[in-house]
């Protein structure tokens, strides 16, 4: 005897939402998973003294992120003599519009950037040649590429309203809490991706000098390329940063300025890197808002990157001879072109160009050795 259609149906319907029920519980425990490892993710405050190889939170008193609430640098001491510090990136403001829409234009908040730490170079992974290092972390939430003082304010309908550009205060109050229990490296490195690369070129002399035992200096920026013929406006009126830092802004590539600048200054005593790949698919969106008021990617604002970044790299050799270069072109997209933005924090150990991964070009120009690589993707 057949059974009822109706009373099949049902039990089909039944059987549907049930496992559908499972599916979305299954889906909302593996999202909460990620979310745990990743943008929840936070190491502990630091009580006492730190246990070598662990990550803390410092949250020195006074520093904020551009919306007002708490700002915190991440400390990890290493069993080597030997120091990295290392910015973090997000964005930029590059005008008082930018600034009044923080969050389509950079991170606005240091909250939730805990877990950036734990890949790349500052990660524990067996192919990290810094995995024992000590690293001094400075997450970026002020749009002010790490080198503002200032507050910039302004009213709209909601009343008044404050943008904390005060990436130097934050930076400045977490190395001075963090060094005490760092000693006198010999060693240190300077480093940072997308803002935190800008911040690289523009902090590095400054770091510098809060290391006088460290012999041994490397510099390396990576991903960071927006030419504008305001930079020094931006640092001076919008940003507020140190006079030491706005007088070395005389053209519009806020990197190639700071970099000469450093060499300038400090010769061959520091060893300077430069990366980038050749079609930065988040830089020339950026730098498409800067030509004519519009944030896209696309083919053509990828030929203009790559014709700006051959000339950068040109005026970086001329006028620091000994510099590194390492142009790359990972995940790049078949029909434009383009490419992945930034490198150390996530794929650092992957052999690009068939040869060297960039962490290992790194550790190669600390240890005296630099190279250059993929110039042939710039002709």
């Known amino acids: 005897m057949k059974k009822p259609v109706k009373k099949t149906k049902k039990r089909v319907i039944t059987i549907v939402v049930a496992v559908l029920l499972v599916l979305v519980v299954a889906v909302a425990a593996l999202v909460l998973v990620v979310l745990s490892k990743t943008v929840w993710y936070k190491h502990p405050e630091l009580k006492g003294d730190p246990e070598i190889g662990q990550w803390y939170r410092i949250t020195p008193e006074g520093t904020q992120s551009s919306d007002g609430s708490e700002w915190h640098g991440l400390l990890k001491i290493g069993s080597e003599n030997k120091v990295a510090v290392y910015f973090f990136g997000g964005g930029a403001s590059i005008n008082e519009y930018t600034s009044e829409h923080g969050k389509d234009f950079f991170a606005t908040s240091a909250g939730y950037q805990d877990f950036v730490s734990l890949g790349g170079i500052s990660s524990n992974s067996e192919d990290n040649p810094f995995k024992d290092w000590t690293f001094l972390v400075i997450p970026y939430a002020t749009g002010d590429f790490h080198c503002g003082t200032g507050v910039y304010r302004y009213e709209d309908a909601g009343g008044s309203k404050a943008v904390y550009h005060t990436g130097y205060r934050n930076y400045s109050a977490f190395l001075d809490a963090a060094q005490p ?44 390329l927006l030419l504008y013929d305001g930079w020094h406006d931006t640092a001076e009126k919008l940003w507020q940063a140190p006079t030491e830092i706005t007088e070395r802004l005389t053209g519009n590539n806020i990197v190639l300025d700071s970099l000469s600048a450093l060499h300038e200054k400090r010769g061959n005593s520091v060893k300077i890197l430069f990366d980038c790949s050749y079609r930065d698919d988040t830089l020339q969106q950026y730098q498409g808002y800067i030509r004519n ?23 970086l050799k001329k006028n620091i001879p000994n510099i590194g270069i390492y142009i790359w072109n990972y995940a790049e997209d078949k029909e434009t072109h383009n490419t992945q933005h930034t490198i150390i924090s996530a794929n650092a150990f992957d052999k690009l160009n068939g040869e060297k991964s960039i962490a290992d070009w790194i550790y190669d120009a600390v240890n005296g050795e630099v190279y250059t690589y993929g110039l042939e993707l710039l002709e």
């Open 181 to 224: 229990y760092i000693g006198n490296p010999d060693t240190l490195l300077i480093t940072g991706f997308s803002a935190g690369g800008f911040a690289t070129s523009l902090l590095a002399d400054d770091v510098i000098d809060r290391f006088p035992s460290a012999g041994n200096i490397t510099v390396c920026v990576d991903s960071s």
């Open 293 to 315: 008021g519009v944030m896209e990617k696309n083919k053509e604002n990828g030929d203009i990157f790559q014709d700006d970044l051959a000339r950068m790299v040109h005026d």
